[in-house]
T-cell receptor
């Protein structure tokens, strides 16, 4: 079974520029997450999708970040305009458990390393 | 506010010894707790899950305990090997339907010396 795919793996941009990240979850996984991981910290949730609907985006800085999962499969995360503090690894994860179940395992992609200069 | 604490200092142990990592949390009532391993340049990899009504879980050389009274989980690796060197993250999740996302601690880096 193929894992979670993310691209690009690395991106360097200047502040105020725009950037987009792409994620393709494991086939059949209905739930998709985007996390931000700043160096030395654990991943922090940005947004959670169930199929193509948003379940939780309470920690997404909506003035500059946006995400979509139009067909309920792959997803894109965009930052516009980027700030220096957005330098981090952006991780995509997916899981197959349905929302009414309790336990789940999340499968993470390799992440996209963003450096904002 | 909710807080998850893991020892930020690296844990250095000798090969063959048991590594014990700690995860403490406050202002949180998790339905379950998970432990993940993260290697440099890679995403976290799931290791073990333990529910709030379970005291202990084992998988090969790994053991997790969960004390909801102390609000603490301990993660043990027995007979540690240099290949176990990595950062270990604990993550908590709420119960109920809907939001499923995990809240992660900052991780503890384990270094196993040969």
């Amino acid at each position: 079974e193929a894992g979670v795919a993310q691209s690009p793996r690395y991106k360097i941009i200047e502040k105020r520029q725009s950037v987009a990240f792409w994620c393709n979850p494991i086939s059949g996984h209905a739930t998709l997450y985007w996390y931000q991981q700043i160096l030395g910290q654990g991943p922090k949730l940005l947004i959670q999708f169930q199929n193509n609907g948003v379940v939780d985006d309470s920690q997404l800085p909506k003035d500059r970040f946006s995400a979509e999962r139009l067909k309920g499969v792959d997803s894109t995360l965009k930052i516009q305009p980027a700030k220096l503090e957005d330098s981090a690894v952006y991780l995509c994860a997916s899981s197959s458990q349905r929302p009414e179940t309790i336990q789940e395992t999340q499968y993470f992609g390799p992440g996209t390393r963003l450096l904002v200069l | 506010s909710q807080k998850i604490e893991q020892n930020s200092e690296a844990l250095n142990i000798q090969e063959g010894k048991t590594a014990t990592l700690t995860c403490n949390y406050t202002n949180y009532s998790p339905a379950y707790l998970q432990w993940y391993r993260q290697d440099p340049g890679r995403g976290p990899v799931f290791l073990l899950l333990i529910r709030e009504n379970e005291k202990e879980k084992r998988k090969e050389r790994l053991k997790v305990t969960f004390d909801t009274t102390l609000k603490q989980s301990l993660f043990h690796i027995t007979a540690s090997q240099p290949a176990d060197s990595a950062t270990y993250l604990c993550a908590l999740a709420p119960g109920g339907a809907g939001r499923r996302a995990l809240t992660f601690g900052s991780g503890t880096r384990l270094q196993v010396q040969p």
